[in-house]
């Protein structure tokens, strides 16, 4: 049986639970497509099954904010997943913020061990800062997921370095993710 990762592609298109923007980009569009190349990675490893929260970029879940994350988390439990990715880009009113951060439920959980296997792939992968593993019991797709669940905040959207690397390193987020997830299992790099 492959192991089922769930992503959930932060954000809505437009509207209740859009992401933030910096630079002429979008948080949902990047959300969106490095989910995707996601995705499109593990489902070429037999090992793993993928599914995405969003199947089109203009797909809106929910209909209001809360709903909208609460619809994620069900396709998740419903499938049942066995891992849920959640991904995001940060953002903060002081523009010198920047580098990668991981969210999880709490402390010395399949969820941390997972997620301090992804943030260094990305931050080695990508060439960020590494902002560590934090704990955040109140955010709702870590709360109401019923599988390990980690929160990837790529990158701050409203930092310009952060920014080009968001705007032009997608694959490179996504793939950074699959060596994080990799690392986890013991799995090697499929020749
Ligand atoms: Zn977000």
Redesign the pocket.
Known sequence: MPIRIFIDQ??NPSGFNA??EGFGLR?QDITYQVGMYLANILNDDPRFEARTSRTTPEQVLGYSNTTSLAERVRLANSWPANYFISI??NANDNPAINGTECYVFQNYTQSYYLAERILPAIVNRVGTRNNGVRINPSLYVLRRTNMPAVLVELAYITNYEDAQKLGSRQYDFAYGIYQGLLDYFGFSVLG
């Open positions: 932060g954000h992401g933030a948080e995001h880009c």
